[in-house]
């Protein structure tokens, strides 16, 4: 089945500074690659996503870079500020038509330090 | 919509117990999962259905964890009996086919 691996562990930055979230997936055949960040004691909520059939997504000072071939998607978030301070997760899932599974990485705290 | 409602917020319990979770996914969603999150494994799921039918239970950790979706707009997780290694955050996600899964604001479930 597919694992997907999250790097960093634990991430601090300097607010206005960028933060990178690197993930490589093992499952060729998934195409949809989404990220969730959950703040401490909330819900997990989609910040940005991204399907197989793009390279890269952008949504203000978030984005999301795939690398199909390398097996490997990233966040880039820029101009950090103290609310991007969360745990973020990445996670794969294959197409519809083989089941609707998501597999999450195993989190990124992100600690933006004002 | 008020988004995906869970029940209860949180559960105090005593080992053995019988707990019951609840679970409304956002109307006109097809696909409802139940997801469980713990500082050790991660944000793991446990179970999913696809109008109203168990498609993958495979993450399900044993017999004593059951699922079911009688209708569209309802699904429960029991855990019978309980044990303390149970105590978690119970998530419930709906989404419509593959799009973005909604999360609820979970079940913070402690078993004493």
């Known amino acids: 089945g597919e694992n997907v691996e999250q790097h960093p562990s634990t991430l601090s930055v300097q607010e206005g500074d960028s933060a990178v979230i690197k993930c490589t997936y093992s499952d060729s055949a998934s195409n949809y690659f989404p990220w969730y960040k959950q703040e401490l004691g909330k819900r997990p909520q989609l910040i940005i996503d991204?399907?197989?059939?793009?390279g890269e997504k952008k949504d203000q000072r978030i984005a999301v870079t795939l690398n199909k071939t390398a097996k490997h998607f990233s966040l880039h978030i820029t101009e950090t500020q103290p609310e991007d301070s969360a745990v973020y997760f990445c996670?794969?899932?294959?197409?519809?038509?083989?089941?609707?599974?998501?597999?999450f990485g195993a989190g990124t705290i992100l600690r933006v330090k004002s | 919509d008020a988004g995906v409602i869970q029940s209860p917020r949180h559960e105090v319990t005593e080992m053995g117990q019988e707990v019951t979770l609840r679970c409304k996914p956002i109307?006109?969603?097809?696909?409802l999962f139940w997801y469980r999150q713990t500082m050790m494994r991660g944000l793991e799921l446990l179970i999913y259905f696809n109008n109203n039918v168990p498609i993958d239970d495979s993450g399900m950790p044993e017999d004593r964890f059951s699922a079911k979706m009688p209708n569209a707009s309802f699904s429960t997780l029991k855990i019978q009996p309980s044990e303390p290694r149970d105590s978690a955050v119970y998530f419930c996600a709906s989404s419509f086919a593959a799009s973005e899964q909604y999360f609820g604001p979970g079940t913070r479930l402690t078993v004493t």
């Open positions: 996670a794969a899932s294959r197409p519809l038509e083989y089941g609707n599974k998501l597999v």
């Open positions: 109307s006109g969603h097809d696909y």
């Open positions: 991204i399907r197989s059939n793009v």
